[in-house]
Each structure stands twice: as C-alpha cells, then as structure tokens.
C-alpha cells in the first residue's frame, strides 16, 4: 500500500521527469437535444492523459464512453450540447470555432475504430486514404506522401505495403484492417491517440498482436493514449491509469493495477466479480444484480444505488468524486477491506 | 463410449465445395456433461455445431444420439429426434421471431413436438418464465420489448421447453455485457443442474468455457487439435496452439508474452501436414509432409503434434 503514495498524477512510470500533459478534461457534461428538452448522456467527467500514458476509460454498453470519446474528438452528433473543457496540449479545443479545431485535431489525434470495416473508405485505395490525410495535414507532395504511407505500413508490420497501398480495404483480414487504421492514426505524428474499443473485433491471437502494436507505439512515439474498452483484464495489462464509468458518471478513476486489485467502488467490484476468472474454481459467478438503467432514466443520487448491496438513505443524495485510499471513487460507501 | 455417452460424433466432416470446413471431428459428450468447443472465427466450431444437429447435412461422419445415428436418420425420423436436442444462438436479436409474444415463443416448440394439451403448454411456458427468472407479465410482450440479457433468457427458455436432453449454444453470451453476462452463465449452469442437461457448448471466450465446461475440444482450422479434461486444458496445455491461446489472453500482464505470428489461414487452401504449422513457434520438417495423429497423453487428453513423439522419443 505504501508504494502507491505517488498522488502526483503527472509523475507515473518515469520518475524525475515530469511528463507533459497532453490531454486534460473537465467537467465534461454532454447532452442530447431533444423534442422533450435535454436528455444528459454524461456528466462531470474529468481526466487528464500525460504523454507516452494509456488511460483506459471502461465501461459496460451505455455508460457514456464512447460518447465521451467523441466528444473530445470533436464529432458529438449535432443536437449534443457539451460544456465543460477539453485541453490539449495546452489549448482549449473545445472553445475553437470548429474550422480550427479541425485542423489542430487532424494533426494532433489519431482515431482507431472498432470497425475498420467502416472506419476506412471502402471504394477508396488504401494509398488513397493515406496520401489524401497525409496531404491534407502536413502539405506533402504525391510522391512523398506515398513514400510516407508505404514506410508507416511497414512500421506497422504490413507485409509488401506498396502492394497493399494499391489495395482495398475488403482485401484485408480484421487484423490487417486494424494494422491500417493504426497507422493512419500514427501517420501525421499526433501526440493523442483515441482508441474505442480497437481489439473487441478481433480473435483473442490478433487482439494480442494489435495491443503489442499499439504498446510498441505508444513508447516509439510517446503518445498519450486514451483507450476505450469494455474488458477490465485488457485494462490491467495495457493502461497505467484507468477510469471506470457508470450510467454517465465517473465511478471510479485511479491507477489500473489499484483499480482492477482493489477498487472502492461496488460498481468495480462488481465489474470485476462478474468476469470468470482464470483458475479459480467457482461454480458460480458473482453478478450485479438488476440491469444498467436506461438514459435518462437514471436515480436520483447515486446511480447505481439501485444495484448495490452497500446503499441505504445517503446514497439518495448525489456523492463527488473523492480519494479513498488509493483511488478516487464516487461513493458514500466505498469497500475499505482493500488488501 | 465411456460412461454413458448421450452424443458421441465420428469423423466427423463438411466440406462447402472446396472449403474444408470441419475435418474429422471426433467427440463424446457423457450424461449430464458439458462439452466446450473453444477457437477463433474460421476454425470451424459452429459449424460443427451445426453439423450435430444435422441443421447442415456432414459430408462424411456419423452423429450418435442417444444410440441412433443422426446421420442415417430420415427426414421424418431426424425431424421427431429434434425434440430431444434444441440449441441457444449468440445473438439474441435475431434468433427470437420479433412478431410472435413470449408466450407464443414458448408454446411453438411444444406445439411442434405435439407435446400436451393447450393448457399444460401454457402452465409450460409459465413455469419457464419462473424458471429464467422473468415475471409472468412478461407473456405476453414481444422481443424487442426486452433487453439482450432478458431475450437470451427467453431464448434459454425456449429450448428447455421440449424438454431437451441435448442443448447446443453457439457463443450465448458474446453479446452481453459483463455483468449481464455473469447472470446469463449462472441461469445456465442452475438449470443444467435442475434437469441434468448435457450441453456442446461453443464459445470463443477462453475464461467461460473455463467456467462452463467438463471437457474442451480446441479447434483449429476445422479440426480438433487437443481435447481433454477443462483442468488438463489449462492447467498443462499440450499443443502449441492451446499454449499460445491461452498465453494470448488478457489479464496475464504484459511483457514477455508468446505471441503467435500472422493469422488463421483460409480453409480454401489448408497447409499440408500439421494446418498449425504456419504459425507453430516449434514448426520443423516433419509437421509439413506428415499430418500428426492425434495420441493419447494421458489423464483423458489427446493432442494431435509431431512434438509429442519427439518428447517421448526423448
């Protein structure tokens, strides 16, 4: 327990020196206009990613991950009003009118999808795709852009690239498709890498290859890295930090290893009870009990009050996000008996 | 076989044209037993799946069920065994018929397989309901009223309610979320606990068919590569695929981990000798120009590998 007093979020892996913080949310609320008025899809979200640092945002469908991510990305569908702020690299991009946010994002953030399958441009070469960003972004010419291309697939461990950049995406296997967008992700030099969910296609060998890759990146490139995903064991083994969401909210948010050892939060808990474990020998899992509650149907208080073992009369009112122990947690109750 | 076998396939095999996509699939399943057939997408697994129930007709092979070969049987004959085995989709969207309620779900299967009155079929479908631990209300909605864990338990519902001795699932949780998914696992294990149920159960999730499963096949590439007892799988993995399978799952850290080269190949164009050899760590000359036999290794576990003489010459 006492090695884990290093409350300094900048300072993680290397210590001395300070890592630079790439990306800092706070306070991000999102909602969705609507005829009835405004629905919130997420509120209160605050992070922040250093360089050369994954941070895993985890969560179950619906929690508000992926809407988070597209937040920061700038690509909230259009009836979504967002406040609060998102800082990268030390400019406010949240207030940008979006011509130039677009063209400090294109630069700076690289996306990987889910579903390269409809993340890529079917009917356009793969070398098409690349140039054209690389083009765009950084002004280089044809021939340079395609020499570029050819020398990122490379990197990323595609075979024979100048035959695939003459190539469509249909051509490719799931692995290879995630291979492409992984380097068009890397291919303008960003500094922030958003990923959302970029393995949960992929047969558990490729997904093993994919997260090399991207963790071979990540240190090649001192990128920050913010990692969408709904399985808490690619958490532990991937992110340093992580940030488990509920029903919209930030439940819990800490170092992966002290989350996914010994979380505060029940919902944590419970997220990792429910998993079979390697080995362990049960005949029964742990389940949370009831279901997640639907948007805008969320209670009062804490939201996941209605599921939780630990609840009584205080959870009716809303709790903040505080350090217990190790890990910051958003609960009146939090589990104390943390080995 | 041994025990009292209730299923137990032969060489078994399809072919789709040139696509060999199961090949001399062998297994038994005893009583009351869950059997895991575990492997990525393209290594046949659901359609062997399929093939037991004779949804796809076996190019070559028989289907022992409860001591009739299912692949003999005809159209009428397959049609009146089908009562006895009935099977759980992945997804629970598509497998449920959206126009028909939850009761009439209930009642089709029955209806099928004559079985009862009209009203002993009703008191069925209600005591299914109770079973999967969905209120009596819930009769008379329709799927998409539902969310996926509730209509994966509609679904689990249905095939119980012939009363099945055999029930195959194809991936019946890779749809949920976790904790979902951890209630949808514990239905499944209390009702074959109830009713003594046998289960194929496929999945290409490593830690549920650790949990669910007596005995596993891991498949590669339309064959099994090893079988064996669920603690002799993972506890002492013999082939090099088992070993690097599970070396790939998640939650074992990082750093110094065996990872396995390149992907799957196409079943168009299986490689000669051992199929794994493309991507096998240990490959050497003999897994390309002779296809390994699968040997007894002990302890119920068979693994099919060149590497396994070598240590025994050894």
Redesign the interface.
């Known amino acids: 327990m006492t090695a884990h007093i290093t409350p300094l979020p900048a300072e993680t892996v290397s210590p001395g020196a300070a890592r630079k913080t790439v990306l800092e949310v706070e306070n991000l609320s999102l909602a969705f206009r609507n005829a009835d008025g405004l629905l919130p899809i997420v509120t209160d979200v605050s992070f922040a990613i250093a360089e050369g640092e994954a941070v895993a945002l985890v969560g179950e469908s619906g929690c508000g991950k992926s809407i988070t991510a597209s937040a920061i990305m700038g690509i909230a569908p259009d009836n979504a009003e967002i406040a609060g702020n998102i800082t990268l690299n030390g400019t406010v991009i949240s207030a940008l009118p979006p011509k130039d946010r677009r063209r400090l994002c294109g630069r700076h953030m690289g996306f990987i999808f889910q579903e390269p399958m409809t993340a890529l441009h079917p009917t356009l070469s793969i070398g098409r795709q690349m140039t054209d960003t690389l083009r765009h972004n950084l002004g280089l010419s044809h021939k340079d852009a395609t020499d570029r291309a050819a020398e990122l697939l490379d990197r990323v461990g595609i075979p024979r690239a100048r035959d695939i950049l003459r190539g469509y995406v249909h051509e490719l296997s799931g692995g290879m498709r995630q291979r492409v967008m992984i380097a068009l992700a890397i291919s303008c030099g960003p500094s922030l890498i958003i990923a959302d969910e970029p393995t949960t296609a992929l047969d558990v060998t490729i997904q093993a290859q994919v997260l090399d890759l991207l963790e071979d990146m990540r240190r090649e490139l001192n990128l920050a890295m913010l990692f969408i995903t709904h399985d808490l064991e690619v958490v532990g083994d991937f992110c340093e930090k992580a940030v488990v969401m509920y029903a919209g909210d930030v439940v819990e948010r800490g170092f992966s290893a002290d989350i996914v050892r010994s979380p505060a939060h029940p919902y944590a808990r419970g997220l990792i009870d429910a998993v079979p474990a390697h080995d362990d020998g049960r005949t029964r899992l742990t389940p949370i009990l009831g279901t997640v509650p639907p948007v805008g149907q969320w209670p009062e208080g804490c939201r996941f009050a209605p599921r939780c073992g630990r609840a009584d009369a205080q959870c009716r009112t809303r709790p903040s996000l505080e350090r217990h122990g190790v890990t910051d947690a958003r609960c009146w109750h939090p589990l104390e008996d943390r080995p | 076989m041994t025990e009292q076998s209730i299923l137990s396939v032969t060489g078994l095999s399809k072919s789709f044209r040139a696509v060999k996509a199961v090949r001399d699939v062998s297994f038994s399943i005893p009583r009351g037993k869950t059997f895991g057939l575990v492997g990525?997408?393209g290594s046949g697994k659901s359609t062997t799946a399929r093939l037991v129930l004779r949804l796809v007709e076996p190019t070559t092979g028989s289907i022992s069920f409860r001591g009739r070969d299912l692949a003999e049987l005809a159209p009428r004959a397959l049609r009146a065994e089908r009562r006895h085995m009935q099977m759980i989709f992945q997804d629970p969207f598509g497998s449920l018929n959206p126009r028909m309620s939850v009761r009439e779900t209930l009642v089709e299967p029955q209806l099928v397989h004559d079985i009862g009155t009209p009203s002993d079929r009703l008191r069925t479908a209600e005591r299914l309901l109770a079973e999967v631990s969905l209120p009596r209300a819930a009769l008379d909605r329709f799927p998409h009223e539902f969310?996926g864990?509730q209509r994966q338990r509609i679904a689990i519902a249905r095939a119980l309610a012939t009363n099945p001795e055999l029930i195959v699932a194809d991936e019946p949780v890779s749809a949920l979320?976790?904790?979902?998914?951890?209630?949808v696992?514990?239905l499944m294990?209390d009702l074959q606990d109830r009713h003594g149920t046998t289960m194929l159960f496929i999945s290409?999730d490593?830690?549920?068919v650790?949990?669910m499963c007596d005995e596993i096949g891991v498949m590669y590439l339309g064959e099994i590569v090893e079988q064996g007892p669920r603690d002799r799988i993972?506890?002492a993995p013999a082939h090099p695929y088992t070993q690097?399978?599970l070396?790939?799952?998640?939650?074992?850290?990082?750093g110094q981990?065996a990872?396995?080269k390149g992907?799957?190949p196409s079943a168009h164009a299986v490689p000669s000798g051992c199929a794994f050899r493309t991507r096998c760590p240990h490959a050497f000359d003999r897994c390309v120009n002779e296809k390994p036999a699968m040997r007894d290794i002990g302890g119920g576990q068979k693994a099919a590998c060149h590497l396994l003489d070598k240590a025994e010459a050894a």
């Open positions: 990525e997408s969310s864990g979320d976790v904790s979902v998914q951890a209630q696992l514990n294990r290409h490593l830690r549920v650790q949990f993972y506890g690097a399978l070396a790939s799952a998640p939650g074992k850290g990082s981990r990872r396995l992907e799957i």
